[in-house]
């Protein structure tokens, strides 16, 4: 079978990211490392052995100094059974294979093992995306890719049970930024290793007007009173468990051995159907 082609040219992201580590600004990683952080205190257990796969990792080391930190690389640095908590922060949205790092990040799990992964969601620059687009399109008549196309919550839910997990869970949280300009915007995009690094992007230079055109269609269509734009990022959150024979199963439909009546302590009574025969 035919390999799809790649979302995302790797050597240009992490020539991206070598960049934006020169003068970061990882303020959105600090944030979900702080959210998943959280989140691990919340579940009554104690991790020995915990590994975070990251292409940012200070913030994250921050909060689990003890964790073994692991490129997102296409092949994870991941030995088998090693682990009982991984976390992939923030970069799953990159991956040209997200099921195959989650069906990775579970092979590392031991059984019972937690996995918790943090990710840009579909409604994520949202603004910036129409505003890129009208403007390419009324100065070019075409549009080229230029910001990433991410998931929804109900498709990256799916994505846990395709790679195997037990338990999945999938839920979002909208962060909206406040920023001068948009330029102010795109140089925190630099700043996070987060510009263009699409597969199909065009190689040519863009018209030297296109973001000035952008930047004036976005602050007509958003600005707020003070002259601000907003710049949303849609933080979508994974949890999921690696199989084991001690986690709770649904029992198979018609299994059970107690009626609900009797559980509620009342008395069960058929009903008729609109003939006034009885119905069981």
Sequence with gaps: MQRPPDLTDRPALTRHRARARRAPEPFLHRLAADEIKERVTEVNRTFTAPAVVTGFPDPWRQCFSGAKIV???????????????????????????????????????????????????????????????????????????????????RDLGSLLQRAGFALPVADSVTQTISYQTPFHL????????????????????????LFAEAARRYAESHAGPDGRI????????????????????????????TRLAEALGTTERGFSDRNGRGVD
């Excluded at 409604?123 to 403007?135: G, Q």
């Excluded at 925190?188 to 190689?203: P, V």
């Design 186 to 209: 795109m140089r925190d995009l630099r700043a996070m290793g987060e510009t263009n690094a699409l597969a199909a992007r065009h190689r040519r230079t863009p018209p030297r007007a």
């Design 230 to 257: 907003p710049a949303t990022a849609e933080m979508i959150y994974l949890a999921g468990w690696s199989p084991s024979d001690t986690q709770p199963r649904a029992l198979r439909p018609g299994s059970a051995r």
């Design 71 to 153: 490129a997102d690389s296409e092949t994870l640095d991941l030995a088998p059974g090693a682990h009982d908590l991984v976390i992939h922060g923030l970069c799953l949205h990159w991956a040209n294979d997200p099921v195959g790092q989650l069906v990775q990040c579970r092979r590392a799990l031991r059984p019972d093992g937690l996995f918790l992964g943090v990710l840009f969601g579909g409604r994520s620059l949202h603004e910036l995306r129409t505003a890129l687009a009208e403007a390419e399109a009324a100065l070019t008549g075409g549009l080229s890719p230029r910001v990433l196309p991410m998931g929804e919550i």
